[in-house]
């Protein structure tokens, strides 16, 4: 298994703030990055996918992507009760591995209404 | 649309029991995934196919039978199955290696 990390949290934001999401990962040719919310006992919900460098939006979530560091994280802006939930970094393998799509231990995000 | 259904919702098995989990897309994906999530922890990666071929089977027991008829179902037999194997069994499906993966709403299992 590729090793992704994210802090578990759990992370409590008020309602309104920004919450920083962070997510690291040990195999240096992954190619794409995502982040899923995944709510008690539901399936994992796509919210973001990012390829390249740089940062990425869609509406009130910004990822952000560096391949040097090996970094990706997800901000969400004025954040509302309805985003409490786990949110789970997903990496997919390098060119030579291919179909590979390894999680994160995931975050817990609790915003305070 | 990005739907990929699983049958059943829930199960129930004995630990003889033989059962069929299923998983069906028909947005042309040629990739599908079958992934175990136990509760509190991140999805656990079991097997993935990529053109109907099995292209990645990480380790799982061979209690757990992956098969792929087509491109658009993915199946997983389940035999002689042991109480820790109880968790939500995921699908998901991707268009092509390396691309978004879309999951179904989970087979929550539970053996008995």
């Known amino acids: 298994q590729k090793e992704v990390e994210q802090n578990s949290g759990p992370l409590s934001v008020p309602e309104g703030a920004i919450a920083s999401l962070n997510c690291t990962y040990s195999?240096?040719?992954?190619?794409?990055f995502f982040w899923y919310r995944q709510y008690s006992g539901k399936s994992p919900e796509l919210i973001m996918s990012?390829?390249?460098?740089g940062d990425k939006e869609d509406g009130r979530f910004t990822a952000q992507l560096n391949k040097a560091s090996q970094y990706v994280s997800l901000l969400i802006r004025d954040s509302q009760p309805s985003d409490s939930a786990t949110y789970l970094c997903?990496?997919?393998?390098?060119?030579?591995?291919?179909?590979?799509?390894?999680f994160g231990t995931g975050t817990s995000l609790t915003v305070i209404p | 649309d990005t739907e990929v259904t699983q049958t059943p919702k829930h199960l129930v098995m004995g630990m003889t029991n033989k059962k069929s989990l299923k998983c069906e897309q028909h947005m042309g994906h040629r990739a599908m995934y079958w992934y175990k999530q136990k509760a509190k922890k991140p999805p656990e990666l079991m097997f993935v196919?990529?053109?109907?071929?099995?292209?990645i089977n990480e380790s799982v027991p061979s209690r757990f039978s992956p098969e792929c008829p087509n491109s658009s179902l993915l199946n997983l037999h389940l035999h002689a199955l042991q109480p820790e194997d109880s968790a939500l069994y995921l699908c998901?499906?991707?268009?092509?290696?390396?691309?978004?993966?879309?999951f179904g709403q989970g087979t929550r299992l539970t053996v008995v």
């Open positions: 196919y990529s053109y109907e071929k099995l292209s």
């Open positions: 998901a499906s991707s268009q092509v290696e390396n691309t978004e993966a879309f």
């Open positions: 990012i390829y390249s460098n």
């Open positions: 997903a990496v997919t393998g390098n060119s030579n591995t291919g179909n590979q799509f390894y």
């Open positions: 195999d240096r040719g992954s190619q794409s």
